[in-house]
């Protein structure tokens, strides 16, 4: 694309030559002359200087420091998610447009495969099941008896979806994760063995929802565990029986979640953060890294530390530990003044 068909595309105003002609977008630190990049995080602008990039994509107010003749700037509101639209726009001759059910796959009686569907090699599909247009099962995926899958889907390898679990439309899973195992549910007898609670609900995924790869959501013991739609799953997370995460919330990788936790809409959960169970997170609640979140939270906002508090209060608690030698040494000296 010439950068003039790419600021129409973008709504954006260009500085510099508006013909040159763009092959594709790169890194600020590797993109070369045909390349398109950006500046969102003032954090690169240090690259601004030494880019090989033919053109970078700013935000209105991006100042300039250091001219340059030998690059154009195509200013815009926002240029991140300008960024992503030019990703998807470059990329939609790249897609696979993969088509056709292997002969080397299994599909069991009275399941219904709708058009333009891929199966691939090895894949098992049992009984009853429903699998909608426009959807791709990668090799080796094994989907069981009476699961719902809906219009273009992208199941890749090695996934596993257990008996009766539902899947929206526009949901993509990647390799090696397992919807709806058994949840950890046992109980403890009178000579302190375990006694398993069959685990008879489903999983529910909605709408547009992406799960990342080795992730594991558990069914629930009776009714349902539920991924509301426009989820965000990063990989190795753990989601056990009965849990609820509302629309539009994001979760990073390593993250636990125990039985029975309803979290509200458009929440953000750092990696390897692990929260209890049988407690409600409300809407627009940020959890950072590694915080253990052991009590429901019922305000928004930013919660941080080991145990997670509202980070005004973490971030006072951190200073006051951090001035307790000086504290000390106050104490001390106010002590040999009152001795003396």
């Not at 260009?14 to 993109?31: F, L, P, T, Y």
């Not at 719902?148 to 899947?167: L, Q």
């Not at 594991?216 to 989820?231: F, H, N, P």
């Not at 509200?264 to 940020?286: A, E, L």
């Amino acid at each position: 694309m010439e950068l003039e068909e790419i600021a129409i595309f973008l709504s954006g105003k260009i500085e510099g030559d508006k013909n040159i002609n763009i092959a594709g977008v790169g890194k600020i630190e590797s993109a070369v002359k045909n390349e398109i990049t950006f500046i969102s995080n003032p954090l690169y602008e240090k690259f601004f200087g030494e880019t090989n990039a033919g053109a970078i994509i700013v935000s209105n107010s991006f100042e300039v420091k250091e001219k340059r003749n030998d690059i154009s700037l195509l200013r815009v509101d926002d240029p991140y998610l300008s960024f992503l639209k030019l990703l998807e726009k470059f990329n939609e001759g790249k897609v696979d447009q993969l088509s056709g059910i292997s002969d080397n796959c299994f599909i069991d009686t009275d399941t219904e495969v709708s058009n333009n569907v891929y199966v691939g090699n090895f894949v098992t599909i049992g009984k009853n099941c429903k699998i909608g247009s426009n959807t791709k099962i990668y090799a080796n995926s094994s989907i069981e008896s009476k699961v719902v899958i809906g219009n273009s889907c992208i199941i890749y390898s090695n996934v596993s979806i257990y008996k009766e679990c539902v899947i929206g439309n526009n949901v993509i899973i990647h390799s090696g994760t397992v919807i709806g195992s058994d949840g950890f549910g046992f109980v403890k007898q009178s000579d302190n063995s375990f006694k398993k609670i069959p685990q008879i609900g489903k999983v529910v995924i909605e709408d547009n929802v992406e799960i990342g790869a080795n992730t594991c959501i558990d069914r629930a013991t009776l009714g349902e565990t539920r991924i509301c739609k426009g989820v965000k799953l990063d990989n190795q997370i753990q989601i056990a029986h009965n849990v609820f995460i509302g629309e539009d919330t994001v979760i990073a990788a390593q993250v636990g979640i125990a039985g029975s936790t309803k979290i509200g809409k458009r929440c953000m959960i750092g990696g390897q953060s692990g929260i209890v169970g049988h407690i409600n997170i409300c809407d627009d609640v940020i959890i950072g890294a590694s915080v253990g979140v052991s009590k429901s939270i019922d305000k928004p906002g930013i919660y941080i530390g080991y145990r997670a508090r509202p980070q005004r209060e973490s971030l006072l608690m951190d200073i006051s530990i951090r001035n307790l030698n000086k504290l000390e040494n106050k104490v001390k000296d106010l002590e040999q003044k009152f001795s003396k």
